[in-house]
Protein backbone atom coordinates (compact mmCIF):
# COMPACT_ATOMS: atom_id res chain seq x y z
CA UNK A 1 0.00 0.00 0.00
CA UNK A 2 0.94 3.30 -1.08
CA UNK A 3 -0.48 6.41 1.57
CA UNK A 4 -0.52 10.07 -0.31
CA UNK A 5 -0.90 13.08 2.15
CA UNK A 6 -1.64 16.47 -0.03
CA UNK A 7 -0.85 19.95 1.78
CA UNK A 8 -0.99 23.55 0.77
CA UNK A 9 -4.03 24.65 -1.17
CA UNK A 10 -5.90 27.43 0.37
CA UNK A 11 -8.13 30.45 -0.91
CA UNK A 12 -6.07 32.93 -3.62
CA UNK A 13 -7.18 35.93 -5.50
CA UNK A 14 -7.15 35.61 -9.57
CA UNK A 15 -3.32 35.75 -10.41
CA UNK A 16 -2.17 34.54 -7.39
CA UNK A 17 0.36 31.33 -7.16
CA UNK A 18 -0.35 28.54 -4.75
CA UNK A 19 2.55 25.15 -4.69
CA UNK A 20 0.65 22.08 -3.57
CA UNK A 21 3.01 19.13 -1.84
CA UNK A 22 2.54 15.62 -2.11
CA UNK A 23 4.34 13.41 0.46
CA UNK A 24 4.00 9.45 -0.08
CA UNK A 25 5.20 6.51 2.28
CA UNK A 26 4.40 2.87 2.37
CA UNK A 27 5.91 0.89 -0.86
CA UNK A 28 7.04 4.01 -2.39
CA UNK A 29 9.62 1.87 -4.11
CA UNK A 30 6.96 0.00 -6.20
CA UNK A 31 5.62 3.74 -7.55
CA UNK A 32 6.53 4.73 -11.14
CA UNK A 33 4.33 7.68 -11.78
CA UNK A 34 2.46 10.37 -9.95
CA UNK A 35 0.29 13.07 -10.37
CA UNK A 36 -2.37 15.63 -9.93
CA UNK A 37 -5.92 15.53 -10.37
CA UNK A 38 -8.54 18.21 -9.91
CA UNK A 39 -12.24 18.04 -9.56
CA UNK A 40 -14.29 21.07 -9.50
CA UNK A 41 -18.01 20.72 -8.35
CA UNK A 42 -19.98 19.05 -10.68
CA UNK A 43 -17.85 17.75 -12.65
CA UNK A 44 -15.45 14.64 -13.55
CA UNK A 45 -12.12 14.20 -12.11
CA UNK A 46 -9.38 15.27 -14.86
CA UNK A 47 -5.59 15.12 -14.88
CA UNK A 48 -3.47 18.15 -14.36
CA UNK A 49 -0.28 17.21 -14.37
CA UNK A 50 1.70 13.86 -13.96
CA UNK A 51 5.55 12.80 -13.26
CA UNK A 52 7.28 9.59 -14.09
CA UNK A 53 10.39 8.08 -12.29
CA UNK A 54 12.73 9.83 -14.80
CA UNK A 55 11.53 13.03 -14.76
CA UNK A 56 9.20 12.94 -17.39
CA UNK A 57 6.24 15.23 -17.34
CA UNK A 58 2.72 15.67 -18.97
CA UNK A 59 0.78 18.26 -18.22
CA UNK A 60 -3.45 19.17 -19.51
CA UNK A 61 -3.43 22.12 -21.97
CA UNK A 62 -5.21 24.15 -19.54
CA UNK A 63 -2.89 24.48 -17.01
CA UNK A 64 0.59 24.16 -19.51
CA UNK A 65 2.94 27.27 -19.52
CA UNK A 66 1.57 28.32 -15.83
CA UNK A 67 1.91 25.05 -13.28
CA UNK A 68 4.52 22.96 -12.89
CA UNK A 69 5.47 19.38 -11.32
CA UNK A 70 8.14 18.50 -9.99
CA UNK A 71 9.62 15.83 -7.37
CA UNK A 72 11.97 15.64 -4.76
CA UNK A 73 15.27 14.97 -5.72
CA UNK A 74 15.43 12.01 -3.03
CA UNK A 75 12.03 10.57 -2.09
CA UNK A 76 8.57 10.61 -2.95
CA UNK A 77 7.01 14.26 -2.51
CA UNK A 78 5.94 15.88 -5.71
CA UNK A 79 5.06 19.68 -6.23
CA UNK A 80 2.43 21.35 -8.15
CA UNK A 81 3.59 24.71 -8.55
CA UNK A 82 0.08 26.84 -9.90
CA UNK A 83 0.78 30.40 -10.96
CA UNK A 84 -1.35 32.93 -12.83
CA UNK A 85 -4.33 30.98 -11.10
CA UNK A 86 -8.34 31.93 -12.57
CA UNK A 87 -11.28 30.81 -11.35
CA UNK A 88 -11.83 28.01 -13.62
CA UNK A 89 -8.85 26.36 -11.60
CA UNK A 90 -11.22 25.97 -8.19
CA UNK A 91 -11.72 22.24 -7.10
CA UNK A 92 -10.25 19.98 -5.35
CA UNK A 93 -6.85 18.62 -6.17
CA UNK A 94 -5.70 15.26 -5.83
CA UNK A 95 -2.18 13.27 -5.39
CA UNK A 96 -2.10 10.43 -7.64
CA UNK A 97 0.58 7.62 -7.66
CA UNK A 98 0.52 4.08 -9.63
CA UNK A 99 2.51 1.29 -9.23
CA UNK A 100 2.77 -1.66 -12.03
CA UNK A 101 -0.57 -3.07 -10.54
CA UNK A 102 -2.44 -0.44 -8.66
CA UNK A 103 -3.03 3.30 -8.14
CA UNK A 104 -3.50 5.43 -5.06
CA UNK A 105 -5.10 8.49 -4.35
CA UNK A 106 -5.15 11.48 -2.04
CA UNK A 107 -7.77 12.93 0.31
CA UNK A 108 -7.59 15.74 -1.36
CA UNK A 109 -6.74 19.27 -0.74
CA UNK A 110 -9.06 22.13 -1.86
CA UNK A 111 -8.16 25.74 -3.81
CA UNK A 112 -10.55 28.13 -4.21
CA UNK A 113 -9.54 31.12 -6.87
CA UNK A 114 -11.61 34.32 -6.11
CA UNK A 115 -11.60 38.04 -5.18
Known amino acids: QVQLVESGGGLVQPGGSLRLSCAASGRTFSVNRMGWYRQAPGKQRELVAT???????TYADAVKGRFTISRHSTDHTVYLQMNSLTPEDTGTYFC?????????WGQGTQVTVSS
Open 96 to 104: NAEDFLTEY
Open 51 to 57: ITLRGTT
